[in-house]
């Protein structure tokens, strides 16, 4: 599954944090505190012990890991990522059936 499809870019940053940008049509869950919420729960079970911290502005989240783990965080997550979007993408089709 693509990730550009909700994400423009996943990268880390000189602060060893990760920095991820959604695209437009997302932009709005992330102003919403339930969503913040869930995507704050959810990250903590994706990173366990390595996750510290979560910043959302309107266009992009920033996620603190512990110290030397962000790109190791980084990759973990986009491969979760794809995974929860292709079971979503799956969990629609079957809707549509």
Do not use: H, P, W
């Not at 920095?19 to 709005?28: G, K, P, W």
């Not at 919420?37 to 903590?44: E, N, R, T, Y």
């Amino acid at each position: 599954m693509d990730l550009s499809l909700f994400i423009k870019s996943i990268n880390v940053d000189e602060q060893d944090r990760i920095i991820v940008f959604v695209q437009d049509m997302l932009a709005s869950y992330l102003v919403n505190e339930e969503y913040r919420g869930k995507a704050k729960d959810i990250l903590k079970q994706i990173l366990g012990d390595d996750f510290v911290q979560l910043e959302v502005s309107n266009v992009s989240f920033r996620i603190s890991c512990a110290e030397g783990t962000g790109q190791a965080c980084r990759e973990k997550l986009e491969t979760e990522l794809q995974q929860y979007i292709a079971l979503a993408m799956q969990m629609m089709g079957g809707e549509n059936q």
